[in-house]
């Protein structure tokens, strides 16, 4: 299957020549069915440059859900059993996409709320300003075993884990696509921020990632850059120029190993009684607790002994506290030089040198 590549036509029909099972994820922008009528102005009467182009008109409701479905059905049969769909929209359409999601079969994994740290205000005052929209993160059935970077995402979030409230702004400035008249390119381009944690959130580097509704390229310029392969669908050829121009001038990552996904459960397991072996720490040696509440001496076996019990680093840090199960290597320090330093960091010495 040739991928880094942008289709153009209907994407409904060009899904249906894709081999079957074959991407990894599927992130889809569809129209939102605004439903605009007339123009919006500002106060001082000036227009606003909302989204009034012809792909996102349909005649009714059921015309739209019809749609909906057609495309959800067609990608769903290019998904990997193991991938992922993302769909984004506002509170005009999401609604009936995921309950048609929900009816195609797909399991939905979380919705996610983009907040808009610069959102468009609402100019007549009558409602509050949509300051957000959502996106839905679905597997195939409740069952499949699909791709998530939680480290990758917790090391993006500051070792926070990550939420489903995304502070992001929309996309301006010298990242907006204009024409040659200085207007927006495209009316609904998003953020590359955006596409960045969706993409490190479900794919490995040399996975692919299907935009069925490709428009500027936001999809194929991020996957581009994290070293992934994308395939982008178009009916609008301006757009696809657009997109093809845009992503020509996107630099691959030039070390694979700076797009790599850390996953904590295929590192090299390394038993604690391999540091006291390699000399590490020495039999004797005097672990401590948070604050240096508690503290244990280190067995030339690997175990701890504390005041009233002994046993492996994990027993005994539960013990101590009276918990019913404790992180050893988190929980468990050394004092160097008044500081406590985690264990865990001559864990990742070790594993270091072993690699």
Known sequence: MQSNV?????????????????????????PYNLQLAGELTRPNNSRVDGVDDAWDRFDDLAAYDAFTEAWLAA???VLRDDGTLWVIGSYHNIFRVGAILQDLGYWILNDVVWRKSNPMPNFRGRRFTNAHETLIWAAKDKDARY????QAM????????????????????GERLKDDQGRKAHATQKPEALLHRVILAGTRPGETVLDPFFGSGTTGAVAKRLGRRWIGLEREPDYARLAEERIAKVPPPGDPALVEIANKREEKRIPFGWLVERGLLEPGAVLYGPGKRWQAKVRADGT?????????????GARVQGAPACNGWTFWSIDVEGKLVPIDMLRQKLRAEMS
Not at 6 to 30: K, T, Y
């Open 6 to 30: 942008i289709r153009v036509g209907d994407c409904v029909e060009l899904m249906g020549g894709l081999p079957e099972a074959s991407v990894h994820m599927v992130f889809a922008d569809p």
């Open 75 to 77: 990608a769903r049969r």
């Open 147 to 150: 791709t998530f970077n939680y």
């Open 154 to 173: 917790k090391a993006l979030n500051d070792d926070l884990q990550m939420r489903s409230d995304w502070y992001i702004p929309i996309c301006t400035g």
């Open 304 to 316: 701890l002994i504390a005041a009233d019990c002994k046993g492996s680093i994990h027993q005994v």
